[in-house]
């Protein structure tokens, strides 16, 4: 008992001692026009305790269609970020691939255009699999793990643990979410050599359907 109570401590400490402490909020509304066609509309900001701030704000929308087990969606994002002092703007279009392998199972490929401010525009390929259990209900856990390719790298790899929570009788659900990211730094663009930072997220998720 002692052992394991000492292990998390030292696990707990490395986690939060070497890595940043994010909250992030988001709101998301989807209504369908048909049984094959969803419109969606999402909102969200990132706030970093590091740096006492809001770090990032976006707005997505776009539309997906679905054909049984399978479904595409086609994306609109902007963004609005703080990098040092400087406020910067990003417009990613994003292509979603979906796949529904079981009733727990579920498989995303999401294909993004970058167009940032001072950098090069680049492609980020996102493959996220999604596992739910469906326990209860109105209550489901979940986990997901979402890796992100950009150049032909690894660029980042997100833990998700959550917990889907759908108020009965309404169009609303809750999700609480828990985010371990790792995100790739180059640490010398005249060699090959790079770094992991870390960081802990907590997220709410406010969806409502339609």
């Known amino acids: 008992m002692r052992l394991t109570v000492i292990i998390l401590f030292i696990f707990h400490n490395f986690l939060f001692s070497q890595s940043e402490f994010e909250n992030w909020n988001t709101i998301d509304v989807a209504g369908k026009v048909n049984k094959k066609l969803e419109l969606k509309l999402e909102y969200q900001h990132k706030y970093s305790h590091k740096d006492n701030r809001?770090?990032?704000s976006h707005v997505d929308m776009g539309m997906a269609y679905s054909i049984n087990s399978?479904?595409?969606g086609a994306f609109y994002r902007e963004i609005y970020q703080i990098n040092g002092e400087i406020?910067?703007?990003e417009l990613r279009p994003?292509?979603?691939l979906s796949y529904k392998i079981n009733d727990n199972l579920k498989l995303r490929l999401r294909n993004e255009y970058r167009i940032e401010?001072?950098?090069d525009n680049v492609f980020r390929y996102r493959l996220r699999l999604d596992y739910s259990l469906k326990i209860w209900d109105n209550f489901n856990p979940f986990i997901q793990?979402?890796?992100n390719f950009s150049e032909g790298k690894l660029v980042r790899d997100r833990l998700i643990i959550g917990l889907s929570i759908k108020i009965k009788k309404t169009p609303f659900r809750i999700k609480p979410y828990y985010i371990f990211e790792l995100n790739r730094k180059e640490s010398d663009s005249q060699s090959n050599s790079f770094l992991w930072s870390y960081r802990n997220v907590f997220k709410i998720a406010f969806n409502i359907r339609f």
């Open 54 to 56: 809001l770090r990032s």
């Open 70 to 72: 399978f479904s595409i």
């Open 87 to 89: 406020r910067v703007t």
């Open 94 to 96: 994003h292509l979603d």
């Open 117 to 119: 401010e001072f950098k």
């Open 145 to 147: 793990n979402e890796i």
